[in-house]
């Protein structure tokens, strides 16, 4: 369970710039909960992530996951607890090291590196099985560099790394985003599996209101750094594209990035 | 051919020797993807440790080992200068190896100790009955190995592949839970040991130690990466490794080769900042060159 208390965060704080990219969030998100996320350009979701996931401190407010204040904790401390996939293909994995080197690697979320053999057998028997399931035949290619892989096969091995240690929180930021329609839709497709199939807690930012209706059980809209609508379940499942659309347009943040994709 | 045998056989020593200097530099430079300048007061950090101790008179091998650690403290300066002042890779490694110049005057106690008739690890490996060629020549390629298999053990350590990361995606290997500032100490004080060690080696083999001799480290150490990675290849880390100490090689072969040929020492540097240029721009020339051939 992710908890968070009265969470601010404010760029450029005491300048002309200064944004409040979140004002007094207050979020709790119950274990097993598979969020999306939507909200205009600016709105704050991905600083809602990254404060999450503790990329940088908060100027107010508590984080706690499963009653543990992890609020003053580094980024490489909370890893123990978070699977992360950004919106970048390039930034999910390291290009010039081996499918199994990163897998190896995603392994050991959040353990102590020691100088121990960094891949056993047996573990690569887990990494071509769990490949495998991908359906891309990524199992064959074990030792090839990330580099020759497609943005589509690495954003799906990033999420295979991510969930590859059981994370206590998965955190996607617009992950299908930079990929084709079909793609990321396929990505989608694989994301909704792992995250029921390992029963993840999950939250998801995109800009793909269908997306945001078709995945996990739950949907937050934000604006101006606030959470301005939040529907589970029942009352999600009567939710359509076009309530979220009209929200939007009340709002006046209608954004090119959101016609452009919800498009008809 | 026997002459040209001969000739061999310095370069060939040096390429080794310097070549342990050449694998710190990957790995800070390549793998570390970190260009640290610290290596042109680590290697006569070495060789002004070992070269006071052994005047004074103490063990070459254990002069040799406190050469080692000197050089993985030069580099932890670095890394610390960096990770926890925030300071940029080239300023931190500036910094470190202008203080170096300062401390290595300090250890030595005047710029030049000479080892004339002293008692380095090559006499003693001579002393064993390996004859003077041979004992330097099997001593240099036996730890040039033996580096090499070790630092390929390492880099496919847990630890080594966190190492690795650091230099490819800093941002990834953090959101799996490592401290890249711990990494990055790490593999800057075991880059800075090795140059230091390859400093050990190189007063011990040329009988000297002097102040002056770091300058140019880097570019050396960056010739015999680039040239190795043009000539060998680095399709794996292993392949790697080899190319570096293959292109430091070849690399002490073309500089014997020029002065042979009648090059002024002076104009060595020169001469060296070409050779990595041109190795450097290799791949453009290849494909300016293909293109050329097909476009006409
Ligand atoms: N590192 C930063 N420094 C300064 N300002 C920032 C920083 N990160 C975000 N901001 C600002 O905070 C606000 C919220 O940004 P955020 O990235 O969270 O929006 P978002 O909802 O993810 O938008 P998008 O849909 O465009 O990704 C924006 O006004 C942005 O300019
Ligand atoms: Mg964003």
């Known amino acids: 369970m992710l908890r968070l208390k009265n969470v601010r965060k404010v760029f450029q704080a005491g300048t002309v710039n200064e944004k409040v990219a979140l004002a007094a969030i207050n979020l709790e998100i119950p274990a097993g909960d598979f969020v999306t996320i939507i909200g205009s350009n600016g709105a704050g979701k991905s600083t809602l992530l990254n404060v999450i996931a503790g990329v940088y401190p908060v100027d107010a407010g508590r984080i706690y996951l499963d009653d543990q204040d992890v609020t003053g904790w580094a980024e490489h401390v909370r890893a123990r607890l978070m699977g992360r996939v950004f919106q970048d293909p390039l930034l999910g994995t390291a290009a010039s090291m081996t499918i199994e080197e990163n897998l190896a690697m995603a392994l050991r979320r959040g353990e102590k590196r020691r100088l121990r053999k960094g891949i056993t057998a047996a573990e690569r028997a887990l990494f071509r099985e769990r490949l495998a399931e991908l359906g891309l035949g990524l199992e064959n290619r074990l030792n090839d560099r990330v580099r020759l892989l497609s943005g589509g096969q690495r954003q799906a091995l990033t999420l295979l790394m991510a969930t590859l240690k059981k994370p206590q929180l998965l955190l996607l930021d617009e992950h299908t985003a930079a990929l084709d329609p079909k793609t990321g839709e396929k990505v989608l497709d694989l994301t909704i599996r792992l995250v029921e199939e390992h029963r993840l807690t999950t939250l998801m930012v995109t800009h793909n209101l269908h997306q945001a209706l078709r995945a996990g059980n739950r949907t937050l809209m934000m604006d101006e750094g606030q959470i301005i609508l939040d529907v589970r379940d029942a009352e999600r499942q009567r939710t359509t594209v076009h309530d979220l659309l009209a929200l939007f347009e009340k709002r006046g943040v209608y954004s090119d990035k959101l016609l452009l994709a919800n498009a008809p | ?296």
Do not use: C
Not at chain 2, 40 to 55: C, E, K, Q, R, Y
Not at chain 2, 162 to 178: H, P
Not at chain 2, 248 to 263: E, H, K, P, T
């Open chain 2, 1 to 296: 051919m026997l002459a040209f045998v001969g000739f061999l056989v310095s370069p060939l020593e040096q390429g080794l020797i310097y070549g342990m200097m050449a694998l710190g530099v990957y790995l800070s430079f390549r793998v570390l993807n970190y260009a640290d300048l610290t290596v042109d007061g680590s290697l006569p950090l070495g060789a002004a440790i070992t070269a006071s101790m052994i005047v004074a008179g103490h063990d070459p091998w254990l002069a040799t080992l406190l050469a080692v650690l000197g050089g993985a403290v030069a580099g932890t300066a670095t890394g610390l200068l960096h990770t926890q002042l925030r300071i940029t890779p080239l300023l931190s490694g500036i910094l470190t190896m202008t203080a170096l110049y300062s401390i290595n005057l300090r250890v030595m106690g005047r710029s030049n100790i000479p080892l004339l008739r002293a008692d380095t690890i090559f006499n003693q490996a001579a002393a064993l009955g390996l004859g003077e060629r041979g004992a330097s020549l099997i001593l240099a390629a036996g730890t040039a190995a033996l580096l090499i298999f070790l630092l390929y053990l390492f880099l496919e350590t847990e630890l080594g592949l966190a190492v690795r990361a650091t230099g490819d995606n800093e941002q990834m290997i953090k959101s799996l839970g490592v401290n890249t500032d711990t990494t990055k100490v790490l593999g800057l004080a075991l880059s800075n040991a090795l140059v230091a060690l390859s400093g050990s080696y190189v007063a011990q083999y040329q009988h000297f130690a002097d102040v002056g001799m770091g300058i140019g480290t880097i570019i050396a150490g960056l010739a015999s990466v680039i040239i190795g990675e043009v000539l060998f290849g680095s399709s794996s880390v292993w392949r790697a490794l080899v190319a570096v100490v293959g292109g430091s090689f070849f690399y002490r072969l073309v500089i014997a080769l020029v002065l042979w040929m009648g090059l002024q020492p002076t104009d060595l540097k020169l001469m060296t900042a070409l050779l990595v240029v041109l190795a450097l721009a290799s791949p453009q020339l290849k494909q300016r060159l293909r293109l050329g051939a097909s476009g006409s």
